[in-house]
């Protein structure tokens, strides 16, 4: 492997990794289609609404989200709590995929990079800026990678159905949200980017790689459009948060 001016550009295509899940994790009776969720509050409301059983735990050092498959109005679909940042979302894909998950639609929260978009639209990117280091590891470098686009197109059917307004944009994704400097903002704007978060490339390079499909909802959280920062109280909002998880589950079933 050539020796590239920066490590995150030397791309191995070898699919020969030392470690891979399938050395600790095997195929189980599990449904295709799982929806990855943010909200940790969401999650146990929907666990109340519906029947479900534990089919597994994935396990590291920091965390050990369950993994559960739901009766989904007559429908198996897996659920699970989503972990912040690029590296373990990618190892989620990757640990699902093992499992025997086929499908993924992530929902979660982002900043607005405009601030004309209010808080609790619902977003649904169509690509993602590459500024986070986990993405450069599963797909060769580029600026950007796109997500797929039938996911996309169920995604949008299932919202227009049910007159939840929604817009297609690029999102930016990146690794440090301490560093979401007012000329990096302006710069991803000018890209077309109207979103920022912390795992949406990753996501996608990751299904990519594991030829499984993937799409997300993301709702405006704080806003970075303005000239300061406005958190806008994004966190407590409980209501918009548990009607994302309910579209994800409804798109899930349709993929």
Request: charged share 25%; proline share 4%.
């Amino acid at each position: 492997m050539a020796q590239k001016e920066f490590p995150i550009l030397e791309f191995d295509e070898d699919r020969n990794a030392f470690i891979r899940p399938s050395q600790r994790l095997h195929p189980i009776d599990i449904a295709e289609g799982c929806v990855l969720c943010f909200f940790a509050e969401a999650v146990e409301k929907i666990l109340v609404k519906y029947p479900y059983k534990l089919v597994k735990t994935l396990i590291s050092e920091s965390s050990r989200p369950p993994v559960y498959e739901l009766d989904y109005n007559g429908k198996r679909v897996v659920l699970v709590q989503a972990i912040v940042g690029a590296p373990l979302a990618a190892g989620q894909i990757e640990e699902l995929t093992a499992l025997g998950c086929r499908k993924y639609i992530a929902c979660g929260g982002c900043g607005a990079l405009q601030k004309e978009i209010a808080v609790g639209h619902l977003i649904i990117p169509t690509a993602a800026v590459r500024d986070e280091g986990t993405s450069y590891h599963y797909v060769e470098p580029s600026r950007e990678i796109s997500l797929n686009e039938r996911v996309i197109s169920v995604i949008a059917k299932t919202l227009t159905e049910q007159k939840v307004p929604y817009i297609k944009s690029k999102t930016w994704t990146t690794d440090a949200f301490y560093r979401e400097t007012p000329a990096k903002i302006q710069q991803r704007k000018a890209e077309g980017c109207v979103t920022v978060e912390m795992e949406t490339s990753a996501y996608a390079a990751a299904a990519q790689y594991n030829g499984v499909d993937f799409g997300q909802i993301l709702y405006a959280g704080d806003n970075l459009g303005g000239d300061v920062w406005d958190e806008r109280a994004w966190h407590d909002r409980s209501g918009i948060r548990a009607f994302v998880l309910q579209l994800a589950l409804d798109v899930c079933i349709r993929l």
